[in-house]
């Protein structure tokens, strides 16, 4: 009987250890999910010092996706969805929606939101991403249709466990009216449900899984100066027909905040008035624009503001509370991590989930060479490690007549390395970028070489590191030149 138990066990261990072994994605990504210009991997120097590196641009780095024989119990924040906007995916094919998915669901994305489905300036067609009728007679003069974009959307999402919040139709005068006009308001509205219902009758009974719900379109915010009930009366317009529509489908919104308005407790007081005229149903889904990414507030006010608003929205029985994260900076380049990864610490005790604006435009492996930042973030989604250690720069040198030739030795860490700053006194900086294709090396070791001046007795190197996370590390030395 012992014999018998020793062998089922040694089979056991054989199978765990082959479940455990890493499996590597081989699909190839596409080249053509943008038709922006990929973030260069070059390097960029205002010095005219001649540097060499020894950082092969030959060796390439593997980010495909890994299982693990134990699932990760994650306690620390993450986000399970992202926002698109449409004219970033216009034309994507239904493979480029694969490989956009695969690299989402790497760091537990399920959800997607598209921001808006239609251009519709004072109600009239002006870009459309689906195949719709109702433009045939409504459209401005610089109408234009993208067909495939919400079909081939659908078919990847259904394939692959996707759940899409579809935005209906936005229009820039909002920024001028919000909701003081009435007619606008009714104009609008009824486009916005006619489009629901176009794409719900085309698309849900063959996607039933995928299309999942709608994202109300008209990003409102505090400071409503009275508009309060206003806003829920919008809001309804909206929210009635889609209750007939399909009751099961919920509605995302996701107002932001800013420190313009006024303090948090009158926001609180703001959108409790909003709660009371508004018709949420069970399942709605308000999930807050932190806009620290935007500046409208600084992440210091961010917990004041998330406090009044749950609040707030624990007046409204059955609407959940999330965070929209924001991992943009004002300039509107991808933020580092440890800002994005305080922000949803903060709203930690607030909210029972996060989507960011966004993962899709600003850290996505396939999208405008952003997949250092997917890679940064995949270790954070797969540790909870909100800190890697970065050590400081080494620097040795030899000194020849005219020059000084210096030996850098950098050490990579989990977040990696975005780039190193060499600067010496008197002359520009030389900046070398890291490619991601090195971002699984140790070790960086760099030679730069500094021509002398006539008469200079010393000369002070700074080496600076900077990773993804934001961390900075580095080492000053002075040289003695006699």
């Not at 509205?189 to 719900?200: H, L, P, Q, R």
């Not at 009751?247 to 308005?261: D, E, I, N, W």
């Not at 040198?397 to 020059?403: A, L, N």
């Amino acid at each position: 009987m012992k014999k018998q138990l020793l062998i089922v066990f040694l089979l056991l261990a054989l199978v765990l250890t082959a479940c455990g072994k890493p499996t590597e994605d081989k699909s190839t990504e596409s080249s053509n999910l943008s038709e922006s210009t990929p973030q260069s991997e070059e390097d960029s120097a205002t010095s005219e010092e001649s540097e060499e590196s020894e950082i092969s641009e030959d060796e390439s780095m593997d980010i495909s996706d890994e299982t693990s024989a134990q699932p990760i119990e994650r306690t620390w924040p993450h986000v399970t969805g992202t926002f698109i906007q449409p004219w970033a995916c216009a034309n994507w094919t239904v493979a480029n929606w694969k490989t956009h998915f695969k690299g989402l669901k790497e760091v537990g994305i399920d959800i997607f939101i598209v921001q808006w489905i239609a251009d519709t300036p004072e109600g009239k067609f002006e870009n459309v991403y689906y195949p719709s009728s109702l433009t045939q007679n409504n459209r401005t003069s610089g109408f234009k249709e993208y067909p495939n974009m919400l079909p081939n959307l659908l078919e990847a999402a259904e394939e692959l466990g996707i759940k899409v919040f579809v935005g209906l139709n936005n229009a820039n005068e909002w920024w001028s009216y919000a909701v003081t006009k009435n007619d606008w308001n009714i104009k609008q509205s009824k486009v916005g449900i006619d489009i629901a219902t176009e794409i719900y009758d085309k698309y849900k009974s063959q996607y039933p899984n995928a299309l999942h719900g709608w994202y109300f379109v008209w990003e409102m915010y505090n400071g409503m100066s009275g508009y309060e009930t206003k806003a829920g009366e919008f809001l309804n317009m909206y929210l009635d027909p889609l209750t007939e529509l399909d009751a099961s489908m919920p509605m995302l919104l996701s107002p932001y905040v800013r420190s313009s308005g006024g303090n948090a407790k009158k926001a609180e007081e703001e959108w409790k008035k909003v709660f009371a005229t508004a018709n949420f149903r069970e399942g709605d889904i308000f999930c807050c624009q932190d806009a620290v990414g935007a500046g409208h507030i600084t992440i210091n006010q961010l917990d004041a503001y998330f406090a009044a608003l749950k609040a707030a929205v624990d007046t409204e029985e059955g609407l959940i509370f999330w965070a929209n994260s924001e991992n943009f900076t004002q300039d509107f380049q991808s933020a580092y991590l440890s800002r994005f990864l305080r922000q949803m610490e903060i709203a930690r005790p607030y909210v029972s989930g996060y989507v960011t604006f966004a993962y899709s435009h600003y850290y996505a492996k396939d999208y405008n060479g952003k997949a250092a930042f997917h890679r940064a973030y995949k270790y954070y989604y797969d540790t909870g490690d909100t800190q890697p250690v970065l050590e400081n720069p080494e620097i040795s040198y030899t000194v020849e007549e005219d020059k000084a030739v210096l030996n850098i030795v950098c050490k990579n860490n989990n977040a990696g390395i975005e780039k190193v700053v060499i600067s010496v006194s008197g002359r520009g900086d030389t900046v070398k970028n890291i490619a991601l294709n090195q971002l699984d090396k140790d070790e960086f070791t760099f030679k730069h070489t500094v021509s002398l001046k006539s008469g200079e007795s010393k000369i002070t190197v700074k080496v600076t590191v900077n990773d993804y996370y934001g961390s900075i590390s580095e080492k000053t030395i002075d040289i003695d030149l006699g």
